[in-house]
């Protein structure tokens, strides 16, 4: 079965500093990825996605992901961040089998320190 | 944008109460998803929809039920609440689009308080 693993479950950082979050995925075929994030208070939304191509993707707010086949992985990056990147973080996987649905991980807090 | 809106942002019920979660967008989108966020387990799917009148079991389905009479509407409903069912409900759509597959638009979700 799929799975999505994230690393980290909570993350302190202080603005400025730079941010990974880790996430990998068990599935051997051809997938889709994502992050989502979901600010204090508001809904789920989407940060960015991988579907094809360029395996290093930008979303918004500046934050970036690179997709590493030969790793399962699909870590989020931004290479300075701001207090009001507060937020957790999901990343999620679907494969291209229709019948699948999507897999999300656990999530990371990040919480930065003003 | 595409909007998906959840009537209920709190509900606090009492452990026997049958309860609604009604979630409603307005995008015209085939699928809908029922998910429950618990800190530290992150989504779980509860039930999901392809299609009016149809419905498939998630990874929770137990103690929950759906509805799908509309496009536009998916209710969750508890039968009979229970504590273990106190938790943050997210209802989710996408449309039925092979090039845009498992991108979710999530409602702002319904804090379930069952007493």
């Known amino acids: 079965a799929q799975s999505v693993s994230q690393h980290n479950h909570h993350v302190i950082l202080s603005e400025a500093a730079s941010l990974e979050l880790g996430c990998n995925y068990s599935?051997?075929?051809?997938?889709?990825l994502f992050w989502y994030v979901q600010y204090p208070g508001q809904h789920l939304q989407l940060l960015l996605k991988?579907?094809?191509?360029?395996?290093l993707v930008k979303g918004i707010k500046g934050f970036e992901a690179e997709f590493i086949k030969s790793k399962f992985s699909f870590n989020l990056r931004k290479p300075s961040v701001q207090w009001s990147d507060t937020a957790e973080y999901f990343c999620?996987?679907?494969?291209?089998?229709?019948?699948?649905?999507?897999?999300f991980g656990k999530g990371t807090r990040l919480h930065i320190l003003p | 944008d595409v909007k998906v809106t959840q009537s209920s942002r709190y509900l606090v019920k009492r452990t026997g109460e049958k309860v609604f979660l009604e979630c409603v967008q307005d995008?015209?989108?085939?699928?809908m998803f029922w998910y429950r966020q618990d800190p530290g387990l992150g989504l779980r799917l509860i039930y999901f929809?392809?299609?009016?009148?149809?419905?498939e079991k998630g990874d929770i389905p137990e103690g929950y039920s759906v509805s799908r009479e509309k496009k536009e509407r998916f209710s969750l409903i508890l039968e009979s609440a229970s504590t273990n069912q106190t938790s943050m409900y997210l209802c989710?759509?996408?449309?039925?689009?092979?090039?845009?597959?498992?991108?979710?638009?999530f409602g702002e979700g319904s804090r379930l308080t069952v007493l």
């Open positions: 999620a996987v679907i494969s291209m089998n229709r019948d699948d649905k999507i897999i």
């Open positions: 995008m015209d989108h085939e699928n």
């Open positions: 989710a759509s996408s449309p039925f689009d092979s090039a845009n597959t498992g991108e979710l638009f």
């Open positions: 991988y579907f094809s191509g360029d395996p």
């Open positions: 599935y051997g075929g051809t997938v889709n």
């Open positions: 929809s392809y299609d009016v009148k149809m419905k």
